[in-house]
């Protein structure tokens, strides 16, 4: 397990690297260029774990684009290699996701 820290329009992963790749919303307007940027490095079969994508207007209208299977110029993410599931938290007032 290699757990790297960075900035993340900064961070250069290689091709299929990656199993599991945890945002925690640090990109807000810019989501569709870091997933364009991440998604190479994640594996067939691997995550992109989103935190916070409800509650934040400008993360939530690219989840919402997601959702809808939005073009990869809108979302950063080829169409039709992801599925979007969300993981409520009840317990908090403010962040959902």
């Known amino acids: 397990l290699d757990f790297v820290q960075g900035d993340a329009f900064e ?3 290689p091709p299929n690297s990656v199993d599991v790749y945890f945002c925690d919303f640090g990109v807000g307007s ?7 940027n991440m998604w190479p ?17 400008r993360t939530r209208s690219w989840l919402e684009a997601v959702r809808r299977k939005a073009p990869f110029e809108d979302t950063g993410i080829p169409v039709d290699e992801c599925v979007e599931v969300s ?3 009840p317990h908090k007032h403010y962040q959902n996701s």
Do not use: V, W, Y
Not at 30 to 36: L, N, S, V
Not at 41 to 46: E, H
């Open 87 to 89: 993981l409520l938290e």
């Open 11 to 13: 961070l250069e992963l």
């Open 30 to 36: 810019r989501m569709k260029d870091f997933a364009q």
């Open 41 to 57: 490095a994640i594996r067939p079969g691997g995550f992109l774990l989103c935190h916070s994508t409800l509650t934040n207007r």
